[in-house]
């Protein structure tokens, strides 16, 4: 008797590949344009490594945040995204909640060690699990969400200096184009699969025209709109929807 196709195996992805779709690191170029524009905003002569300290501990506040994003939506994902990493059964959701906690805990341990970066950190940890745990079916969500790319401009200023109003005002620009990208998202669904990747991409070239704006510094306004092309390439081989 030949065998039913329920019964084939089916083939799943080794779990190096399941953690680069879970973490969606093709947009960190966005996150890091982020913290370079937040740096800047501060300070004209920033602690550079204290930017790269900032600039890693939002990497993994971003990854982290992610994964923890597949973990809540596993169930949603099994109907509307089978492919992904949980439903598909490449990984397990215990262990992506794990995971996603690790990192988000490991970048709070990263930051420089400062009362006010380390609070506003705490802020952003907390903004990424209320979106995460809270999304779907709520209206305030895309505000959550630009919240946190806000909130990667502030932790970036403080650890450059300070909360100045320029990085303020960058970091509500910023929030307002993510909260508007979140809902063109919901909104156009799987129909716009080209859309939302360059609306994400353009994160960098936001964040290239504040830092013109806010500090003259047209070298970093140029390596901060690098993240866009970056982006788009590196979201070929990792989605980043």
């Given at each position: 008797?030949?065998?039913r196709?329920?019964?084939?195996?089916?083939?799943?992805?080794?779990?190096?590949?399941?953690?680069?779709?879970?973490?969606r690191?093709?947009?960190?170029?966005?996150v890091w344009s982020?913290?370079?524009?937040?740096?800047l905003?501060?300070?004209?002569a920033?602690?550079?490594?204290?930017?790269?300290?900032v600039?890693?501990?939002?990497?993994?506040?971003?990854?982290?945040?992610m994964?923890l994003?597949?973990?809540f939506?596993?169930g949603?994902?099994?109907?509307?995204?089978?492919?992904?990493?949980?439903?598909a059964?490449?990984v397990?959701?215990?262990?992506?909640?794990?995971?996603?906690?690790?990192?988000?805990?490991s970048?709070?341990?990263?930051l420089?060690?400062?009362?006010?970066?380390?609070?506003?950190?705490?802020?952003?940890?907390?903004?990424?699990?209320?979106?995460d745990?809270?999304?779907?079916?709520?209206?305030?969500?895309?505000?959550?969400?630009?919240?946190?790319?806000?909130?990667?401009?502030?932790?970036?200023?403080?650890?450059?200096?300070?909360?100045?109003?320029?990085?303020i005002?960058?970091?509500?620009?910023?929030?307002s184009?993510?909260?508007?990208?979140?809902?063109?998202?919901?909104?156009?669904?799987a129909?716009?699969?080209?859309?939302?990747?360059?609306?994400?991409?353009?994160?960098?070239?936001?964040d290239?025209?504040?830092?013109a704006?806010?500090?003259?510094?047209?070298?970093?306004?140029?390596?901060?709109?690098?993240?866009?092309?970056?982006?788009?390439v590196?979201?070929?081989?990792?989605p980043?929807d």
């Amino acid at each position: 008797m030949g065998a039913r196709p329920s019964d084939a195996v089916t083939a799943r992805r080794p779990r190096w590949r399941a953690y680069l779709l879970l973490s969606r690191v093709s947009n960190l170029p966005t996150v890091w344009s982020n913290v370079v524009a937040g740096t800047l905003a501060a300070s004209l002569a920033p602690d550079w490594p204290a930017a790269l300290q900032v600039a890693a501990a939002a990497s993994l506040f971003y990854t982290g945040g992610m994964f923890l994003n597949d973990a809540f939506d596993a169930g949603i994902d099994r109907t509307a995204r089978p492919e992904r990493p949980i439903p598909a059964g490449d990984v397990g959701r215990a262990e992506v909640f794990s995971v996603g906690g690790a990192l988000l805990a490991s970048g709070l341990l990263l930051l420089p060690r400062d009362r006010t970066v380390w609070l506003i950190g705490v802020a952003l940890v907390a903004a990424i699990l209320l979106y995460d745990f809270r999304h779907k079916g709520v209206r305030y969500a895309p505000l959550i969400m630009g919240l946190c790319r806000g909130l990667v401009y502030c932790v970036a200023a403080a650890a450059a200096s300070m909360l100045t109003g320029a990085a303020i005002a960058g970091a509500t620009v910023m929030a307002s184009y993510v909260a508007g990208l979140t809902v063109v998202a919901k909104l156009a669904g799987a129909r716009a699969r080209w859309l939302v990747p360059m609306l994400i991409a353009g994160i960098s070239l936001l964040d290239a025209a504040v830092i013109a704006v806010v500090s003259s510094a047209y070298d970093y306004a140029l390596l901060a709109a690098v993240g866009f092309p970056l982006t788009l390439v590196l979201q070929r081989v990792v989605p980043g929807d």
